[in-house]
């Protein structure tokens, strides 16, 4: 009798088990909705109910009470927050709180109103942001801490730090120890600090281009105290406050390295700032070393194209191919070759239009060295005869 009921209960268990409950690599991915319509009347609920590989999916509106994501993905498996058929709002004091969770991606999201950070992480990895928003926070906006492996692409950022000055971080703050970040095709605006801020980051190995960052207390774009980081192919414009450059390289007090090393910045067009288009600025002593400024259009600027003021330079910085249409720049330490002072033939500087006309004498006209294969339409270099000086590559007709 014991033998029929042991045989029973393993074929009971034969019966229940199988790919409908667990696959190879563990539970199967299921999609949690939220919603009107969904099984979860809040994101906090699906968040806390999703496995690596779910989807939670959300319905159009505001969701109060923010969210807090108290584990997360594994590898191949991220759990990802989708806005369904419109814009999921979560909205609320806290925010979108990540802590040290990774294998994340939010797409069709936007954080609003927070009484603190928009998006915070600290000690974080491997996170996706893609059409992400963030809408008003007291402090920084999307906040990355010691974080590695992130990528944020079109995203609107826009009125942050309204405690200002004394807000903590940035509206796009890459801090500390964080790595391996690709911030691309976003609009950083209206913010009351920095707008993309890249601080403090040894090997940084990080990527800002095409985005517009306008509209910010400034500057716009900020690299301070970090090694290996690119800019390129942005439009900055509008800071608001007299001190702030359009893109700003610095060397700040609180920074314990007081280096700023391997920083590119080509392709960008750096127009209409209180200050600079570019400024160089340590805050009382600190080293730039390795700095390759090449290929930009500065013009329209409140206090010229490039200011530097930093007191130790090392290794070797190249200021080459850059239209100074803010008039004559002081290269000090940098080597400097085929730059271009002055209106080159603007197409409609009025209308915020800095494509180079036929005639200029920016054209055909650059050097060939370390000049990027494309210009910041996505144009190909050399486009003509030769290579271009500026933001814009245009053959001669």
């Not at 590695?148 to 009125?159: E, L, M, P």
Request: aromatic share 6%.
């Amino acid at each position: 009798m014991a033998m029929r009921v042991l045989a029973g209960v393993a074929l009971l268990v034969a019966a229940t088990a199988g790919p409908t409950a667990e696959g190879a690599a563990g539970p199967v991915p299921r999609t949690r909705h939220v919603g009107p319509h969904g099984e979860y009347p809040s994101v906090q609920a699906a968040a806390d109910a999703a496995r690596p590989g779910d989807t939670v999916a959300i319905e159009p509106g505001t969701y109060p009470g923010g969210l807090t994501v108290r584990h997360g993905g594994a590898p191949g498996r991220p759990i990802r927050f989708t806005g369904i058929g419109g814009t999921a709002v979560l909205s609320g004091a806290g925010g979108l709180a990540i802590g040290g969770h990774g294998w994340l991606e939010f797409t069709g999201v936007t954080v609003a109103g927070s009484t603190g950070f928009g998006v915070y992480a600290e000690g974080a990895h491997d996170l996706v942001f893609t059409r992400f928003g963030v809408d008003g926070s007291r402090d920084g906006g999307l906040v990355l801490v010691g974080t590695r492996r992130v990528r944020v692409t079109n995203c609107d950022i826009r009125g942050t730090n309204s405690r200002g000055t004394s807000a903590d971080h940035e509206a796009l703050s890459i801090a500390s120890g964080s790595s391996d970040v690709e911030v691309s095709g976003c609009r950083v605006h209206n913010n009351g600090e920095e707008g993309i801020d890249v601080k403090y980051n040894a090997a940084a190995r990080v990527k800002i281009h095409h985005n517009v960052v306008t509209g910010n207390r400034g500057p716009n774009i900020y690299v301070d105290s970090s090694s290996t980081v690119d800019v390129y192919a942005n439009v900055v414009s509008g800071t608001r406050e007299a001190t702030k450059a359009g893109i700003g390289l610095a060397v700040e007090d609180y920074s314990e390295t007081r280096l700023l090393s391997d920083v590119r910045v080509f392709d960008n067009l750096s127009t209409g700032n209180t200050q600079a288009g570019l400024s160089l600025w340590v805050e009382s002593t600190g080293t730039m070393r390795n700095l390759e400024i090449v290929n930009n259009t500065f013009a329209g600027n409140g206090r010229g194209s490039v200011l530097v003021d930093a007191d130790r330079f090392a290794g070797k910085n190249t200021l080459r191919n850059n239209v100074f249409g803010d008039g004559p720049v002081d290269a000090g330490p940098f080597a400097a070759d085929h730059n271009l002072a002055g209106d080159p033939g603007f197409a409609d500087p009025a209308h915020g239009d800095y494509h180079l006309v036929a005639g200029s004498a920016a054209i055909n006209t650059g050097s060939p060295e370390h000049a990027p294969a494309f210009d910041l339409d996505g144009v190909a270099r050399p486009a003509g005869a030769g290579f271009d000086i500026g933001a814009y590559e245009r053959s001669r007709p």
